[in-house]
């Protein structure tokens, strides 16, 4: 035998450290697609006796869920309707909705920029002031430090990340909509009507992320390169925006990521909490009526989004450490 | 502190004493309520509907007239004790799903594993909307979702848990006799992460009271004509411009209950991480001034002059001093080493003349100047553009003392940059310049390079090139072969060698191998639990030095002529801790040649031979024995 045919067989994706991190990373968030797909088309069956006889209601004529159940493809075979249904999410046919007999997909793209935008605004905002907080606050309280503002800022963002999201926007609705009237209780309109969803949606993952960059920076200022630049009589500035931030950028963004992905939970709590014309608001209808195919649709599509976003943070988080070994193994 | 008993500790903290204290009357509502107010809750008023609050309805009353605060205090019952059932489920599902790795092969095990992971990531209230599709609105429903969704975290907490003992010592010899793997889960594994377990997973109950409110809250949880805080807060929202307090009192008691098991949990989480306690008040890295004192002997204008240095460290048993007054000069050209054995202080003494002492620890000192400006005083602009461009230091592991996300131009060119308003061209030029100096090849790449891609000798030396980036009058070497491999330091040592001689640059070298000083340096000062025993040039060292203890050093190093048959010279006993110094010579206890006088009273410092001082009341005169090759320079 030829010392050739004992080595394993070289993947052409191997040979590059990076590429091969990147098809195993897409290969797991592959599989994990492919199991949610397969719960969100197994959750109609799992509803104990006839989906559509329990939406439409013991009084609608049999002809009617008759023609229902053939319109979802539920007088077919387990593994014809599976097909179908991959074949309409390929073809962007999330089906019909069983109160209104409209195509799911027309409801999803009428309703998702709202959440987007909220979700986004919120994300921007999160990491806009975390980091600054956090900094700010390590900064001060460096070496034990202002014992009083550590403390201060310990109860604070301990206070709000606690809170959930739709109480948080329960007291914003009452201390800013009701009682000083500066923001609208609920709805989407103008610039003003951003103001308390995004904030009841945002400050607890501010306070959050901010405890997280402060334990971050108190570390990397304990390291011994910072007592390197020290010796160099730097400007503060420069000390902490070019020798502290990119070091603990890291185990933020980390933390920012899986926040991004918990935000897709907190958009529905929140939409109900301001009547946001979003995904949230009708998931949570459709789920109270009954309306399956709206609720799958919508399940699948944020818990397809969450899986996205997490495997984009671990391929930004893999490429931006220089350090980062991936794929050695 | 932490002891044993985690919660009784925890208990003691001021949150966790009032995070108990809520969770008690928190129970005490859950328990008897329903029988105190149940009647009132129930009590239906069709003349006052939909009322605000009152002296009588302090939270108003809801569609029917019922006191709203009367079914809140009632909805404590139901509230809690779906959380807790919500809890149960997670554990049921949770705990074996953790364990089972343990228990199955290795293969199934990671499949687990997998499972779990997929599990984790995903947002509970997806999972908890889809529990509610398949399983329909309700309580019930509501329970299992939120259980559901909190079995990956119950899971994850086992295993972690399960792992933390797996490697303890009667695991491994319970394996070693053979016992099997599932009677290993159940008699030995599980038992020992009881505790922790059952704490952390009531400590979710809290979690699992937000989850379970902002299920009802969206009408996916508790049903009328049930009522829960979530339920409340539903109906409270629909009419919050008429009513606030009927939104804002469930609200309230929802987030009460969260921060109390919040704050058991904080409280829990601290008693276990004791951190180190820093001195109570404010202390700076500067130099308080101590009092004025002689000026301490030099040649012409020093480059640095130390005089009557302390370092001191507030910890929680008390101040410790590990460096005290010890006084010294550094001439212009000249090379300085300091040697001792680890824990004597000299490292602190280089960092505190460095000004880079860590916090709490700080330094006072009669006098201490570099190039004739005062190193107490706060730093001035002036002050620190001297430092940055006269003073270099060099650190012992250059793994850890470069930046690793910064490009090794970037981290030389700054200092030009900074202190000599350099523009970014020059600037990279004269760092080219400065690592060819310190013979790095090809430094234009280099340049660009971060330094995990250079080897720890070219980090050291690119170290050294940042010092040159200025025009060092003092370079501060602390350890600065110690992380190296042996061909590399005499490089290294070489080097600074060389750059003193081509720039005139003193340098303070600061190590524990005394063939290291006695090859590189001028003068030698040897420390002794935290003080100077003895200052000597480098030709004395080698031939006659005083101090038993530096004899002792000498004696220790082998070199080629070293019989290898016979064992390895060491000075017996251990140097003392700095909280322990005795009265007297700190050597004493080690010393052969220490007689009462040396345990009772501390020798000075004193002039013993020109170029000579040693602080002993019995120093030796007579030559040693042999001269090391190690030693002779």
Sequence with gaps: MTAVAVLPRERWWATHPRSAFLVRRAMRLAVSLAVLITLAFAMIHLIPGDPVRTALGPKAPQSLVAQRRHDLWLDRSLWDQYVHYLHGLVTGDLGTSISSNLPVSDIISARLPSTAELAGIAFLVIMLLSVPIGMVAAVLTRDGRRRGTDLGFTTVTGLLATVPEFLLGVGLVVLFGVTLRWFPVGGKGGPESYVLPVAALSLGSIAALARIVRAETLNVLGQEYVRTALSKELPARLLYLRHVLPNMLTATLTLGGLLLAGLIGGTVLVENVFAWPGLGTIVVNSVGTQDYPVAQAIVLMLGATVLVINAVVDLVLGFLDPRSTIGAS | ??????????????????????????????????????????????????????????????????????????????????????????????????????????????????????????????????VAIVAGVGAQSAVLAIGIAGAP??????????????????VAAARLAGVPRRRLLLRHVLPNIGEPLILNLTLAVGGALLAMSGLSFLGLGVQAPAYDWGRMLNEGLERVYVSPAAALGPGTAVVIAG?????????????????????????????????????????????????????????????????????????RGEIVGIVGESGSGKSLTAMAVGRLLAAPAYATAARLEFLGADLRAKPTRTLRRLLGTSRAVVFQDPATTLNPSLTVGRQLTEVSEVHQRMPRREARLRAVSRLRSVRIPSPERRLRQYPHQLSGGMRQRAMIAMGLMGEPQLIIADEPTSALDVTVQQQILRLLRQVNEDTGAAALLITHDIAVVAETCRRVLVMYAGRIVEELDVRTLCERPAHPYTRALIASVPDMATDRDSPLATIAGRPP????????????????????????ERPPLLPLAPGQSAACWHPRTEPLPALTDAVSA
Excluded at chain 2, 16 to 41: D, H, K, M, R, S
Excluded at chain 2, 104 to 109: C, E, F, H, S
């Design chain 2, 1 to 130: 502190m932490p002891g044993r008993r985690p919660l009784a500790a925890a208990l003691r903290t001021p949150t966790g004493a009032t995070a108990a204290v809520v969770l008690a009357g928190l129970l005490f509502l859950a328990a008897f309520a329903p029988a105190i107010w149940g009647a009132e809750a129930r009590h239906v008023d069709v003349a006052h509907l939909l009322e605000g609050s009152s002296g009588r309805h302090p939270l108003g009353t809801d569609n029917l007239g019922r006191d709203v605060l009367a079914r809140l205090l009632v909805a404590t019952r139901q509230s809690l004790g779906l959380a807790v059932l919500a809890v149960l489920v997670a554990t049921l599902i949770g705990v074996p799903l953790g364990a089972l790795p343990a228990v199955l092969g290795r293969r199934a095990g990671r499949i687990v594993n997998a499972v779990i992971d997929f599990a984790v990531a995903f947002p509970a209230l997806l999972l908890a909307i889809f």
């Design chain 2, 153 to 170: 975290s119950a899971a994850r907490l086992t295993q972690t848990l399960a792992a933390s003992i797996a490697g303890s010592d009667y």
């Design chain 2, 259 to 331: 921060l109390a098991f919040n704050g058991l949990g904080e409280a829990l989480a601290q008693v276990v991480s004791t951190r180190p306690v820093h001195g109570g008040r404010r202390r700076d890295a500067g130099h308080p001034v101590d009092e004025p004192a002689p000026v301490a002997v030099g040649d012409e204008a020093p480059v640095l002059t130390v005089s009557r240095l302390s370092v001191h460290i507030p910890t929680a048993a008390g101040e410790i001093t590990p460096v005290r007054e010890i006084s010294f000069t550094v001439s």
């Design chain 2, 577 to 600: 801790q700095p909280a322990e110094i005795p009265d007297g010579c700190g050597f004493a206890a080690r010393c052969a040649f220490a007689t009462e006088r040396c345990r009772a």
